[in-house]
């Protein structure tokens, strides 16, 4: 039997598979196929103070090897969410990690102290429904004119450090690949007491109609995720792991065991599955049983042999 554990700022995954935020809901619908306890995490849909409605028209397209989406956050608000689906996240023996945005400074403290309210009760009562929050820069600030915390390093400063003393739990900070610097942001957060990175966020991209004269989408640009995107993640993930001494959480592209490897061997602590969700409805089962046979093919008894060793 290999050795799939690992384990970040106290918290235990079983195994380096979580599955990304925005693609696997809560956990419910999946759960209805295989059972997600077999997974390491949970990383849940993006939630934002304030539930969201998300973008009018189109919102995924796919494109070749891979899709865009412009959803747009929609999601039910932080307070929806503690009450309708913290009962649920109780029941699971995985990691589960809160993906919080915000367009203002305000909306992302407010939303951490929710949180951190909620687990502080829950603790009192012997309970626990979130192990970790992931803090997701890549929103627009709207008092900047829409550009995203995660592009500039001083604006990110600024939220990471807020919701840094807003929580006690552990806090990773979900890096954005249009960052001016994205190993430079990484040093960032780790100053600021960031427990973790994870990397990357979609990358922005297009599509055209060429019939209607007019991008597909709305908002004209979406995020490319999906296989197209690996080699670009797997050298961001290559870079900032050189820079910091916390965890890095790498994603972008993963579809098999043998990708998983590759962002281990690059430097990640644990990995991240989006897209590859939508290609296989039992991805997260089936790359659970992956690894493990890859492991002992390559005869790997732990990651802890081949992380970082690029």
Known sequence: MVNTTATIAGVQFKNPIVMASGTFGFGREYGKL?????????????????????????????????????????????????????????????????????NTLQEYVRGAELIQEDADRRLLAGQTAVDMIELNISCPNVKEGGIAFGVKTVAAREVVRAVRAATKLPLAVKLSPNAEDVAEMAVMCQEEGADAVSLINTISGMKIDIRKRRSVFDNLYAGLSGPAIKPVALRMVHQVAKRVSIPVIGMGGITCAADILEFIMAGATVIQVGTYNFMNLRAGSTLVEELQQLMIEENIGSLDEIRGIV
């Open 34 to 102: 295989y059972d997600v306890s077999v997974l390491g995490g949970i990383s849940g849909k993006g939630l934002t103070l304030n539930p969201k409605a998300g973008n009018a028209g189109l919102r995924v397209y796919e494109t070749a090897s891979g899709m865009l989406n412009s959803v747009g956050l929609e999601n039910p608000g932080v307070e929806a969410f503690l009450a309708k689906e913290l009962p649920y996240w109780e029941t699971l023996d995985t990691a589960r990690i809160v993906n919080l945005g915000g």
